[in-house]
Nanobody
Framework: QVQVVESEGGLVLAGGSLRLSCAAS????????MGWFRQAPGNSREFVAG????????YYASFVKGRFTISRDNAKNTVFLQMNSLGPEDTAVYYC????????????????WGQGTQVTVSS
C-alpha cells in the first residue's frame, strides 16, 4: 500500500525559511513525477512545484519562482521543498503528491497524496 508522508510544517516569520520533506513508501517512485501542492482556506488546491523522475526537470508556479526549490533523493524515495522568503500569502496546507510519467500542474494527474502539513507565515 502506497503511503505518502510529509514532514511537519510550522509557524515562521515573514521572510523566513522552511524545508518540507515527503517520504513515499509501498511502491517504486524513482520513475514518476512528484509534486507539491498547497491549499489555503477557501481556495482550491494549487500546484506549487514539481520534479521529474530523474530530477533533471523542475517546474514552479509563478508565485514561488526564485523562492522555492524542489529536489528529490530517489535512493530514499524522498522529495524536498525548500521555501525561502516566505510571506503571509504562503500560509496554507502543503501536500506532497505522487504523479505519473509526465508533468502536469493539475491535481487530477496525481495518484497518491500525503495528509498535508500546515505552514503558517506570520507578518
Amino acid at each position: 500500500q502506497v503511503q505518502v508522508v510529509e514532514s511537519e510544517g510550522g509557524l515562521v516569520l515573514a521572510g523566513g525559511s522552511l524545508r518540507l520533506s515527503c517520504a513515499a513508501s509501498g511502491g517504486t517512485f524513482s520513475d514518476v513525477f512528484m509534486g507539491w501542492f498547497r491549499q489555503a482556506p477557501g481556495n482550491s488546491r494549487e500546484f506549487v512545484a514539481g520534479i521529474s523522475a530523474n530530477a533533471i526537470r523542475t517546474y514552479y508556479a509563478s508565485f514561488v519562482k526564485g523562492r522555492f526549490t524542489i529536489s528529490r533523493d530517489n535512493a530514499k524515495n524522498t522529495v524536498f521543498l525548500q521555501m525561502n522568503s516566505l510571506g503571509p500569502e504562503d500560509t496554507a496546507v502543503y501536500y506532497c503528491a505522487v504523479g505519473r510519467n509526465y508533468y502536469t500542474p493539475l491535481p487530477e494527474g496525481y495518484d497518491y497524496w500525503g495528509q498535508g502539513t500546515q505552514v503558517t507565515v506570520s507578518s
